[in-house]
């Protein structure tokens, strides 16, 4: 029961405020209607991650490359809300350029898997839910599975850093406009 509250909380609450905010008039605040993209692709990762704590077994090709995709997407759509926020007043689709990776990794993780026999599928499957488990005869396409996600986990922790440094910058520089340009800083700042 615990377990289940602590599996599907985040998977609830992020899609609940997808919803709230994508069902916002766009024209009206476009930095609060693309904050309820983020929160959907936040839903994505944490539905991935239910399905995976739970266990579930089928579906899991569709899951791993929504997961790869999708956490590949959170700080790229962060970064993102923080440039409607700060410095863009409509969206750019220079911007497209950061969701690049992602859909990369959940695109050939899905390849990969399609290539796979439903035999090796399934004794990934296993390798990735019982890490303990050492798999001798692991076949090429199984190989590059791996690889694929070892290489996403390293992108996404480069992405954590680049997109909190950069967002950061923007809003400090934001602050700094504001502060210079209005006397009563009064909800102004970020």
């Not at 609450?13 to 929160?39: D, Q, Y």
């Not at 569709?62 to 956490?71: K, V």
């Not at 899905?110 to 035999?119: H, N, R």
């Not at 990934?124 to 190989?143: A, C």
Request: aromatic residues 22%; charged residues 15%.
């Amino acid at each position: 029961m615990i377990q289940d509250i602590i599996i599907y909380t985040p998977m609830y609450v992020t899609f609940f405020w997808s919803v709230v905010l994508l069902l916002t008039r766009r024209e009206k605040n476009r930095a609060k209607f693309f904050l309820g993209i983020f929160m959907f692709s936040a839903f994505l990762v944490y539905l991935s991650h239910a399905h995976f704590f739970q266990k579930v077994e089928t579906g899991y090709i569709y899951f791993n490359s929504i997961y790869n995709f999708s956490s590949l997407a959170v700080y790229p759509l962060f970064y993102w809300y923080i440039r409607l926020l700060t410095v863009e007043s409509d969206y750019k689709t220079a911007n497209l350029v950061h969701l690049i990776p992602g859909f990369l990794a959940g695109i050939s993780a899905f390849i990969v898997f399609l290539i796979m026999s439903a035999e090796e599928q399934k004794t990934y499957y296993q390798y990735i839910i019982d890490r303990n488990s050492s798999v001798e005869n692991f076949s090429l396409s199984m190989q590059v599975q791996k690889y694929i996600f070892h290489i996403s986990r390293i992108v996404f922790l480069f992405q954590v850093a680049f997109y909190v440094f950069k967002a950061q910058n923007l809003v400090r520089r934001h602050n700094k406009r504001v502060a210079n340009f209005y006397s009563n800083l009064q909800s102004r700042s970020i």
